[in-house]
């Protein structure tokens, strides 16, 4: 079992970048794509970004692609979420995902169904 916590949300202008964190917990946590979504209140979740259990692919949402870039580091249990050129409409929770099964996972049709679990959130505020 994969136990997910984010950090580094925050307060930035527009414009700016902010560099959020996942910390994974469990032995498992090498075999499985890791994702990001985001949700505000009221409305569904929304997928932004996901990469392979290697690192070798990524997906995006067209809403973020070319302004973030995820990452992760498996000798360390992270993964990481590079926001670039933040936008006020980007002001929302972000979430950590861990992916419902392991291994090879289409990352052509990544989305947040292809999730069994997220972390708690941490919040990003972007000011105009």
């Known amino acids: 079992q994969v136990q997910l916590v984010e950090s580094g949300g925050g307060l930035v202008q527009a414009g700016g970048s902010l560099r959020l964190s996942c910390a994974a917990s469990?032995?498992?946590?090498?075999?499985?794509?890791m994702g990001w979504s985001r949700q505000a209140p009221g409305k569904e979740r929304e997928f932004v970004a996901g990469i392979s259990w290697s690192g070798g692919s990524s997906a995006y949402s067209n809403s973020v692609k070319g302004r973030f870039t995820i990452s992760r580091d498996n000798d360390a249990n992270m993964v990481w979420l590079q926001m670039n050129s933040l936008k006020s409409e980007d002001t929302v929770v972000y979430y950590c995902?861990?992916?419902?099964?392991?291994?090879?996972?289409?990352?052509?049709?990544?989305?947040?169904?292809?999730?069994?679990?997220w972390g708690p959130g941490t919040q990003v505020t972007v000011s105009s």
């Open positions: 469990g032995r498992a946590f090498s075999s499985y794509v």
């Open positions: 995902g861990v992916a419902r099964i392991p291994g090879v996972v289409d990352m052509t049709a990544l989305g947040v169904t292809d999730f069994r679990s």
